[in-house]
């Protein structure tokens, strides 16, 4: 892609009130309609839940506990979210009561987890090599709706209508029909050489994006036909040359403009950049922010961007002292956001 020399500072963002000195996972805004509520998980165990005011105010509207660190977490409607991690128990809780509901579990860590709102379900990923579908609306402990093998940890997951795309360690990406998790629809190897961080579909469910650790970020389209094939590409990003070295960092977060197709992405370079997948170009880059991007998420209409930076020990010896672990929300304004 096409860098265009375009940096800005930081003049409509503002932080939420997370513990600066707890490490972020995810952070997740609320897709209904109108919704101000964001959630923000931690590698202490808990996830907090926000509303979003006038004028940057915010405040905490509920948190909650899981015995081991929360790795994803997601809403699944406007009063309800779901939460996974180390403790491999998919927790749901009622935002307002706060009654929480262990809907039941994986046999290892869960890396990931997203909603799918027209079936009211909940989809997990784990290291125990295994996909499972969850019931959203469920009032009772009663298992998974489906299971699936998927051959290796997964690392990364999005959901899109009836389609599931899944990332796993030995770097295959599947395909997947969630109205039949016996079979993938499609394997691939992954267009990446090296680990893969994330994936997130276009808005459009016609192709998806997926990032690896090595500073790259590869655009594949859905349908295996040769002409549909013929319009992915890949491209570097998240790199910096110091001192006559380029240093390559892992691009560790993908979130699409919900409404304008295009995406952001974040890296361990602290840094985080919209783009334009249609004209194959850089919108825009933010200003640097104080350590690791670790998790993105646009609100429903995309004019929200939540920002988690999190030291992810990614090298060593870590920073002394270690930079505050923050939650940003910063405004996105159709200039920045539309493709060009």
């Not at 394997?187 to 050489?193: A, T």
Request: aromatic fraction near 10%; proline fraction near 6%.
């Amino acid at each position: 892609m096409a860098y265009q020399p375009h940096i800005i500072a930081a003049p409509n963002e503002h932080k939420i009130p997370f513990p600066v000195h707890v490490s972020l996972s995810k952070v997740q805004f609320c897709k209904e309609y109108g919704s101000r509520l964001l959630a923000a998980s931690g590698w202490d165990g808990t996830v907090h839940i926000y509303t979003l005011g006038n004028n940057g105010h915010s405040e905490e509207k509920r948190y909650y506990y899981h015995g081991k660190p929360v790795l994803a977490c997601t809403f699944t409607g406007g009063n309800r979210i779901a939460s996974a991690g180390l403790d491999q128990i998919v927790k749901l809780v009622d935002i307002e009561t706060g009654r929480e509901l262990n809907m039941g579990a994986h046999s290892n860590g869960i890396r990931c987890m997203e909603y799918n709102d027209q079936g009211g379900v909940v989809v997990t990923g784990s290291w125990d090599s295994t996909i499972k579908i969850w019931d959203a609306r469920a009032t009772a402990s009663g298992g998974p709706l489906q299971s699936a093998a998927v051959g290796d940890r997964v690392y990364a997951l999005d959901v899109l209508g009836d389609k599931i795309v899944v990332g796993t360690r030995d770097r295959k990406i599947q395909l997947l029909d969630m109205r039949n998790l016996g079979t993938p629809e499609q394997v691939r190897d992954s267009p990446l050489k090296y680990q893969t961080r994330a994936a997130a579909f276009f808005p459009t469910g016609d192709a998806f994006v997926v990032s690896s650790i090595e500073g790259r970020v590869a655009i594949e389209y859905v349908d295996p036909s040769p002409e549909e094939q013929k319009k992915k590409y890949a491209f570097k990003c998240h790199r910096s040359k110091e001192d006559g070295v380029e240093c390559i960092y892992p691009v560790n977060a993908l979130a699409f403009h919900p409404i304008n197709g295009t995406f952001a992405t974040g890296g361990s370079d602290a840094m985080v950049n919209l783009w334009d997948p249609f004209n194959r170009k850089r919108l825009v880059q933010l200003h640097r922010f104080q350590t690791t991007i670790v998790s993105l998420s646009f609100n429903y209409d995309g004019s929200q961007l939540a920002i988690a930076s999190s030291f992810g020990f990614e090298y060593e010896p870590a920073p002394n002292p270690m930079p505050e672990n923050t939650v940003t929300v910063r405004h996105i304004s159709d200039a920045e956001s539309k493709p060009k």
